[in-house]
């Protein structure tokens, strides 16, 4: 069973190249690249009572591809930035230290959860209606691979989840004018959860960090795992080959185990993308 | 262009109108509420009430009567550090984060930890050939052909420890014997500590069965979880081992001292060391402060507990602070004498 990151990653770009070698010659592809802002909002009860929130930088790579009757895509998503408990900005703990000859030392560290999200998912679609209609619905499926590393004094919401969603998605591309519309949803139906043990460690004999970590992975379904994540996206052509759009995205996401853990993410992007 | 306006209008808006899963404020200064939580959460996660034969619920009748809703942060600081006291746990720190009240654990006095019976820089007055294998060991070697590694901490990433072991002893592998010195080293990574033991094994042997809570009721813990040392690396040193240990070798440098000690070519020397063996969590309460738990019962090869006790010496020697301010390691020296 597939349980490291590297591995559903890899797995992931698999399935990617194998979609891409079966697309018919006609098809057209997509490839963009996005900066946004997300606000991120969780409480893991794992390791503490109180929420801990942060506006976090992200940028991103996504790849489309559509032909008559199908869509499929590959999205990367890398963020890097910090949370605060909710209630406690600025807070920090102070180290004293003295040496043998007496001189005194204070150190101040701030208590700040640096906070990495790494997401990579990709999806397949079918379109449900005739594919020269302007408004177009389409339903599928979506398997992606979430990583938040958070680091610190205390580590909440340090998870990786492998998760299958079904997707139902909108586009609304007129045949004349410029302006383009999409909004999707997904909802999880399984995962495969890494998250620390109750006792939130992961030293065992002989392993390091991460085999202590991995170590802890269960498959979740819904009475376990949920997660929910929806876009809407407005869209601009810009020349025959180029185009810009701006993206709403929320997830919204709970596991219960060891702890209940509950997490709350939005993001507003830019996407600069050049189709071929 | 108002299309434009609309839609990004639209996102904002979005972006703004969910709710929070979580209270508006919840920094919460309600001392009855702090101390609650704070017992609870010993009451789920602190491994040690059975070794310890402590009695948790007790510490709650006695101490929560002397908080009241309205009690200050120092009167909850002073509550709160008088309860913990009892636990007699090195691996128990209280920050109180945001307030300018110091650091708590039963080893520290006014938030400073007080150990005035080892300098390094001391040390390197008798070290020729001084080396550095990564932040956390040093080598070198001493009079007689007697070598010397100072490991100062167990790291969590195991690869620069196989790098740094395998330069240090191959550097000493002609010397007659190692004084390895943890007389400064608070803990670290067990499997490191693990590792290193295992460059000085000959033989596999068991030494610690560690349990962890798994569950909110004090009875809950996992299976026991058996470590055991055995040769580890491209070679080993079978040679004599004179360890230093003092009261400021704790957690994994304990665990380390065990697993050493199951080795015949090993002696211990210098004093008892912390008594913290079990790995520690860190937990926060409302008003922002946060706390240490220990969450392990830790037991040697005999099957007891030695936490709140710490390994004894086969030989005891300290320092004392103006030893040592005068530039003299009598430790370090008797450990020359005792090469046999």
Known sequence: MMKTPFQWISATALAVVLAFLSMPATAQHTLGFSVGLEKTELLDQNTSVLPYKGFIPQAGLQWQHRSKHWQSGFDLSVGRGHLQAVGHPGRSVVFLEEDIHGVRDTVRVPVVVPWTPVEASFYLLRGLTAPDRDLRMSAGGMVSDQFFYSDGFVRPGLMHTASVAPRFQLDYRPETGRMFFSAGITATLAALVTRMRYDGTVSQPGGTRWNGFFGNTTLHGPDKHRRWTGFVQFGYQLTTHWQAAATYRFERSHDALPRPLDLQRQKVSATLSWTY | ?340
């Not at chain 2, 209280?94 to 300098?119: H, K, M, Q, Y």
């Not at chain 2, 932040?135 to 001493?142: E, R, S, Y």
Request: hydrophobic residues 40%.
């Open chain 2, 1 to 340: 262009m108002k299309q434009k306006f609309f839609m990004l209008a639209a996102l904002l808006g979005l972006a703004s109108c969910t709710a929070p899963f979580y209270p508006e404020d919840p920094a919460d200064k309600n001392a009855v509420r702090n101390f609650d939580q704070i017992w609870n959460d010993f009451d789920a996660y602190y491994g040690l009430f059975e070794a310890k034969h402590l009695d948790w619920d007790s510490l709650y009748a006695v101490y929560r009567p002397q908080v009241q809703e309205g009690t200050d942060e120092e009167g909850l600081y002073q509550v709160v550090t008088q309860m913990l006291g009892h636990l007699n746990d090195h691996h128990i720190t209280l920050f109180p984060a945001g307030t300018d009240l110091p650091r708590w654990s039963n080893d520290l006095t006014n938030g400073v930890f007080i150990f005035d019976e080892f300098d390094l820089d001391v040390v390197k007055t008798y070290v020729s050939n001084w080396h550095e294998a990564g932040d956390f060991l040093q080598w070198g070697t001493l009079a007689d052909n007697i070598g010397y590694m100072h490991i100062s901490s167990f790291p969590d990433k195991i690869k620069p420890v196989e790098t740094a072991l395998e330069q240090a002893l191959n550097g000493l592998k002609n010397t007659r014997a190692i004084v390895l010195d943890i007389r400064d080293c608070p803990g670290g990574f067990d499997p490191a500590a693990q590792y290193i033991a295992g460059r000085f094994a000959t033989t596999r042997s068991l030494y610690m069965t560690v349990r962890k809570r798994n569950g909110p009721k004090k009875t809950d813990f996992g299976p026991g979880v058996e470590w055991y040392v055995e040769p580890t690396g491209s070679s080993q040193f079978t040679k004599p081992v004179i360890l230093l240990t003092s009261r400021a070798t704790g957690s994994a440098g304990e665990t380390f001292t065990w697993a050493m000690n199951r080795m015949e070519t090993v002696q211990q020397l210098g004093d008892t060391t912390s008594g913290a063996f079990s790995d520690n969590i860190m937990r926060e309460t409302w008003n922002g402060w946060m706390y240490t738990i220990s969450v392990g019962d830790y037991r040697a090869a005999d099957g007891k507990s030695y936490e709140g006790i710490g390994v004894a010496p086969d030989v005891f020697c300290r320092n004392e602070k103006a030893e040592v301010l005068a530039g003299k390691d009598r430790v370090l020296e008797m450990a020359m004498t005792l090469v046999p």
